[in-house]
């Protein structure tokens, strides 16, 4: 059962097999575990990212093609459900429609991009990537009548995923292990099982036929296309398959922040984070996104409360609580990323799974 | 010069085989031969003589490099159950005459024929479909994946499975059983898990020839296969080779330059020179013949292939 969920791709160590449990598990009741409006959120925000980041790795790790226009994919998504439930009203239908469409936008675009660019060498596509994620942005802010621009759009999902809706009053009184039972609740796990079936789905295509053969493309292109693979055609539906996931991963985050807005979902500052969770959690395995993200936006929301909390600590001592103002969380959350690629140059999951 | 020579080879190449094979004359010394206008192209005349269709055929077949004509209008057919190895010096174009059959270079001019099908336009992968199946003279394999995974996916290829999006590998237990087959056969299932990059020189240059095996093409071409491999690991290689022989309906181009290897299992040679076809026949006429050992400046087939 648990193989067959898994795609047959089993974690193969210990150690990471009982981080990915922790992850999956605190996720899973994360509101129950960590109450508070922050915490949650960050979870929520955790769980669309390992969606995020599996689909670039899907393009980055197993079909080895380098793309910068992975936030255009994540805001195709979040604006198309934005627009339709701006433009329909609130609903579960206007959302669907709005991922739906976003989704197949968000491939079409890849689809193009890909064939006039993976023809010749991916490195034009990651050119051409660059161009048009630039472009989009720019788009975007643009025009304002329907965007919103710089603003971006406010918008309101159904009611049931939101605050004010209240549910379980005659069973549970409307709590349950002191946690209210209301449309926030229902809408982090709207956003938990969404990127649960998006990862596993994931985890299905990377195991599959066609998922080996992105690997081969990855290992040696030229031979890949010797053997009889016709490797343009891989990458684009690679591309395509990884856009329509990301854009779907963006719907989530749209429904869940109920706002979307170029600073939020299409810039470059997300697009490098991206990377960086890919490299951090190791490329070309999927766990590796799972574990990738959970640290970045750990770190992101958390790193600086704690240097805060560490520098008051060593209040009484020369330089040190300097160094460790809450102020310098980049600095360190920079030199942390370098020490993590020195360290695990293959990632997190490369280094528990014992390759180097 | 070279397209004197070319018509020539054209010309007086290929009529006589599979009879004795007249070798063709170097250009400088028969360069005022007589002018032959009614060209036949060797795979031509020989379809004739054996009443078979080739399996393979280039007409005509050349590539320029800007200025240099690397592959110089080679016309040449390959029939089943014939070995045919490839020699000539260093640069003779030899690797660049398997890239135009195989598609790793366009054609400038001319036509590759497999089965009586034109495919000199078809991408690399079309070709494979089509069966042509290629090993690489530097390994050229799938380093970061194991070896059961590297016959897999050539198996997975042949059956036209890379598309499968849904199903998990391991419902494929037919590839695996294929693949463990020839693994068998080349003696790598020890190896079976064993990540490539890890492997010994050896038995990289085994599993190269076993992806083409895995593959089943109606011609195998192999170039160098045993470079660089030990004295014990080669005789492994050239058994297999020699196995798929026995296969009578499939044609074998090899590209060789050890002389023990080429007498033991080739049926016929062909030379190549400059680009363009300087003899072709039976293996002893040509090693024997006066003219091939003044094309080569006097010193014979066998000095110059020892060189190299």
């Known amino acids: 059962m648990i193989r067959s969920l898994l795609s047959g791709d089993m974690p193969r160590s210990l150690p990471l097999a009982l981080i990915l449990g922790c992850i999956l598990i605190c996720l899973a009741l994360a509101p129950f575990l960590f109450p508070g409006v922050r915490t949650v959120d960050t979870a929520a925000r955790i769980c669309i990212f390992i969606v995020l980041v599996a689909s670039y790795d899907l393009l980055l790790g197993y079909g080895g093609i380098v793309s910068f226009a992975h936030t255009m994919f994540f805001g195709i998504g979040a604006y198309g459900v934005a627009l339709t439930s701006a433009h329909m009203g609130r609903g579960f239908d206007a959302i669907a429609i709005g991922a739906l469409v976003g989704a197949g936008f968000a491939a079409a675009l890849a689809l193009l991009i890909g064939l006039f660019s993976l023809r010749v060498r991916a490195i034009f596509f990651a050119m051409i990537t660059l161009a048009v994620a630039s472009a989009v942005a720019v788009l975007v802010s643009q025009l304002s009548g329907l965007t919103g621009g710089e603003d971006g759009l406010t918008f309101k999902t159904p009611r049931e995923l939101g605050p004010a809706f209240k549910f379980g009053k005659e069973t549970f009184d409307g709590v349950l292990f002191g946690v209210k039972l209301n449309g926030k609740l229902l809408a982090y796990y709207f956003v938990f099982i969404g990127a649960l079936v998006l990862f596993l789905t994931l985890l299905r295509v990377v195991n599959s036929p066609f998922g080996r053969v992105l690997q081969a493309i990855r290992e040696n292109d030229f031979r890949a296309e010797s053997i009889g693979y016709r490797v343009v055609y891989y990458r684009v539906a690679a591309t395509c398959l990884s856009a329509s996931v990301a854009a779907l991963a963006g719907s989530l985050y749209a429904v869940w922040l109920r706002y979307v807005g170029p600073d939020t979902v299409l810039s470059m500052e997300l697009m490098i984070d991206i990377l960086l969770m890919v490299v951090i959690g190791g490329m070309g395995t999927l766990y590796g996104a799972m574990i990738g993200a959970t640290l970045f936006v750990l770190a992101q929301n958390y790193l600086q409360n704690l240097m805060g909390a560490a520098s008051e600590l060593v209040a009484d001592l020369p330089l040190l609580p300097e160094l460790l103002s809450a102020d310098r969380w980049l600095l360190w959350l920079g030199v942390l990323f370098i020490l993590s690629v020195y360290f695990f140059p293959a990632g997190v999951v490369g280094r528990l799974r014992g390759k180097r | ?308």
């Open chain 2, 1 to 308: 010069m070279a397209q004197s020579f070319a018509l020539w080879a054209m010309v007086s190449g290929k009529p006589n085989w599979p009879l004795p094979v007249q070798c063709l004359p170097y250009p400088p010394l028969f360069s005022d031969g007589p002018a032959v206008t009614q060209v036949t192209g060797c795979g031509q005349s020989h379809f004739e003589i054996s009443m078979t269709d080739p399996i393979l055929k280039t007409t005509d077949l050349t590539v320029r490099f800007g200025g240099h004509v690397a592959v110089d209008a080679v016309s040449c057919a390959f029939h089943a159950g014939e070995l045919t190895a490839i020699v000539g010096p260093n640069g003779a174009g030899k690797t660049t005459y398997f890239n135009l059959i195989s598609g790793q270079i366009p054609a400038s001019a001319g036509r590759v024929n497999l089965r009586g099908r034109d495919i000199t336009r078809a991408s690399v992968s079309a070709r494979t479909k089509a069966g042509i199946g290629r090993a690489f003279q530097l390994t050229n394999l799938f380093p970061g994946l194991s070896v059961l995974e590297n016959l897999r996916l050539v198996v997975q290829a042949k059956l036209g499975r890379g598309f499968n999006l849904w199903s998990m590998v391991s419902r494929h237990q037919d590839l695996t059983d294929q693949a463990e087959d020839i693994l068998a056969r080349v003696r790598l299932l020890d190896q079976r898990d064993q990540v490539v990059s890890e492997l010994s020189h050896g038995n990289q240059r085994k599993l190269e020839v076993a992806l083409l095996i895995a593959q089943d093409p109606d011609v195998y071409m192999f170039d160098e296969p045993t470079a660089g491999m030990s004295v014990d690991e080669a005789p492994v290689v050239l058994d297999l080779i020699a196995e798929l022989k026995e296969q009578k309906d499939r044609s074998i181009l090899l590209v060789e330059h050890k002389m023990d290897v080429i007498r033991s299992l080739a049926d016929r040679i062909i030379v190549l020179h400059n680009g363009a076809l300087a003899a072709d026949g039976a293996p002893a006429e040509v090693m024997a013949s006066d003219v091939v050992q003044e094309a080569y400046m006097g010193r014979g087939l066998e000095g110059i292939l020892a060189d190299v």
